[in-house]
């Protein structure tokens, strides 16, 4: 889970583009909640990896953070700690921890100015 500040269309923007960039397809999108997945042909068919987000808006904090939450997974019996679905997880939650930090940063600039 991680904590984002924002307002929910550039979340919106951010989170696509996020998943863009892990090189998965958004297969389903709602204002809180995507489902993306891998192409078929780079990785067998066990293997490839769908992610689900959501943007939890209900618990939303007074600085204008919500909580997102990621879960990633596939058909591949997690055999090693260190397979495919955990990569990708682990890539995605690096997409939204530098988000958080230039979302962070943003807010931080914006505050400054005032």
């Known amino acids: 889970m991680t904590q984002l500040v924002g307002s929910a269309e550039q979340l919106s923007e951010s989170i696509r583009a996020i998943l ?3 090189q998965l397809n958004v297969l389903h999108n709602s204002p809180d909640y995507w489902v993306a997945g891998e192409p078929p042909g780079k990785n067998p068919y066990t293997k490839l990896v769908t992610v689900e987000v959501l943007m939890d808006r209900t618990r939303q904090s007074a600085d ?7 879960i990633a997974k596939n058909e591949e019996l997690p055999l090693k700690s260190v ?7 682990d890539q ?3 997409e939204l921890a530098q988000l958080q930090s230039q979302l962070q940063l943003a807010a931080r600039q914006k505050d400054a100015l005032r």
Not at 64 to 70: A, K, M
Not at 83 to 89: A, D, E, G, I, K
Request: charge should be positive.
């Open 20 to 22: 863009e960039r892990c």
């Open 64 to 70: 204008g953070s919500v909580q997102v939450t990621c």
């Open 83 to 89: 397979n495919h679905c955990q990569q990708t997880f």
């Open 92 to 94: 995605l939650k690096a």
